[in-house]
């Protein structure tokens, strides 16, 4: 069985500042796509960044990095210069055999002006 | 097509009776999933489509949930005989059937039992 461990409930980070977030995950698979999604209150989830296991170099979308640690299972997230859009609860997600996926608990981000 | 679009947002029912959700998937996607998120947790996997075939179903989904795609298109999710404990967020998503497979998941459904 898949399982994804997300160890912060909750964050804060100033505006402009760098906040990074955690997940770990549990798995026998080799390949499989690990996902951030961002849940902005009361509004849909929509797909922050991925990665593929397969590929060692870690994803990079513009202010949003992952740092992808096959080995030990951890795939953080860092946001750099944090903006006030991006207060919303964060989950990480794991994908394998291309159809359902397993979400860890969620982080909620609180980014102050 | 803007996006998943999902029938009513918000459901208010009485405990014991019957609720159907909808769900329209971008109208290019032939795969349709639907989650759980309770208060608090992430969104857990209920079931799938491919087209019209479900696929898969989680454990979760006891025998008063039923969910069909008719057509491949849209889909909808019944609940027979609510519990208080079926109050939750119902997602949908939807993804095509190659790639990577990135789902694009609608506002959801907030489903209250009193």
């Known amino acids: 069985a898949q399982t994804v461990t997300q160890s912060q409930p909750e964050m804060s980070v100033q505006e402009a500042e760098t906040v990074t977030l955690s997940c770990t995950y549990d798995?026998?698979?080799?390949?499989?796509?690990l996902f951030w999604y961002k849940q902005p209150p009361s509004r849909q989830m929509i797909l922050v960044i991925r990665?593929?296991?397969?590929?060692?170099q870690n994803a990079t979308e513009n202010r949003f990095s992952v740092n992808f640690q096959k080995a030990a299972k951890s795939f953080s997230l860092k946001i750099s210069d944090s903006q006030l859009g991006d207060t919303a609860m964060y989950f990480c997600?794991?994908?394998?055999?291309?159809?359902?996926?397993?979400f860890g608990s969620g982080t909620k981000l609180n980014v102050k002006p | 097509d803007t996006g998943v679009s999902q029938d009513p947002r918000h459901k208010i029912t009485k405990r014991g009776q019957n609720v159907t959700f909808r769900c329209d998937p971008i109208?290019?996607?032939?795969?349709l999933y639907w989650y759980r998120q309770t208060l608090g947790q992430g969104p857990e996997f209920l079931t799938y489509?491919?087209?019209?075939?479900?696929?898969?179903k989680s454990r979760l989904l006891s025998d008063r949930f039923s969910a069909e795609r008719p057509k491949g298109s849209f889909s909808t999710l019944e609940i027979q005989r609510t519990e208080q404990g079926d109050s939750a967020m119902y997602l949908c998503?939807?993804?095509?059937?190659?790639?990577?497979?990135?789902?694009?998941f609608g506002p959801g459904t907030r489903l209250t039992v009193l």
């Open positions: 998503a939807s993804s095509q059937d190659r790639g990577y497979n990135e789902q694009f």
């Open positions: 798995t026998s698979e080799n390949n499989y796509y």
């Open positions: 990665q593929e296991a397969y590929k060692q």
């Open positions: 997600a794991f994908l394998y055999n291309f159809n359902k996926f397993y």
């Open positions: 109208s290019e996607h032939n795969r």
């Open positions: 489509f491919q087209n019209e075939a479900q696929l898969e």
